[in-house]
């Protein structure tokens, strides 16, 4: 065989890459805990305009090995009581909480959290927690945050990871991401008999 016919059948034979396996994700949070500037900094775009999402906005979100299409909820008092339209068709969750806030919206985040993990739609999907603004002093650890949204018993059995992370440290936040996308995987596997 020439080499001429071996370049040819390296060059034409190997077919396009595979397709990365989209999800549909659902992104929830209260106003001001960092949704929209994590997810703007995940699609590598400026964050110099953001402003509080007053409704919910739809961004697809490339990973090495998938693609998240993140269903971004607006978190103000008036938005949250219509966050359960949403939620069908959701895969996963992402649950962004500040750190740093007050006691009061900390509560709030935290009844939140609860409803989301008990919802009908969604308490059998993996939850992604973001701990986010660690990078700020008054920023509550990994095991405060644990211990107050009571994570170990209310949603033991069900798959979860709670994350760190800041704006100012974005790989936190990837790595966080891909351990959430082994999670989908792994549902997505378990429900499809047969697949390799």
């Known amino acids: 065989m020439g080499w001429n016919t071996k370049c040819f059948r390296t060059l034409c034979c190997k077919g396009p890459p595979s397709p990365r396996t989209e999800y549909d994700v659902v992104c929830v949070g209260l106003t001001g805990s960092g949704k929209s500037s994590l997810l703007t900094q995940l699609c590598s775009e400026s964050t110099d305009s953001i402003i509080p999402t007053t409704g919910f906005r739809i961004k697809a979100v490339p990973f090495q090995n998938a693609i998240l299409n993140v269903k971004e909820l607006g978190g103000a008092d008036n938005i949250r009581k219509y966050w359960s339209r949403y939620y069908q068709g ?36 993996p939850f992604l927690i973001l701990a986010n603004h660690q990078d700020k002093p008054a920023a509550r650890s990994l095991q405060e945050i644990k211990k107050y949204f009571e994570l170990e018993p209310l949603a033991r059995g069900q798959r979860w990871i709670l994350q760190p992370c800041s704006v100012e440290n974005m790989d936190a936040v990837k790595e966080g991401f891909n351990q959430f996308i082994n999670l989908l995987e792994e549902i997505d596997q378990e429900h499809t008999p047969g697949r390799l």
């Open 90 to 125: 959701s895969q996963g969750v992402v649950f962004v909480l500040d750190s740093a806030s007050s006691e009061d919206d900390l509560e709030t985040a935290r009844n939140e959290l609860h409803s989301a993990l008990q919802h009908p739609q969604l308490c059998t999907l």
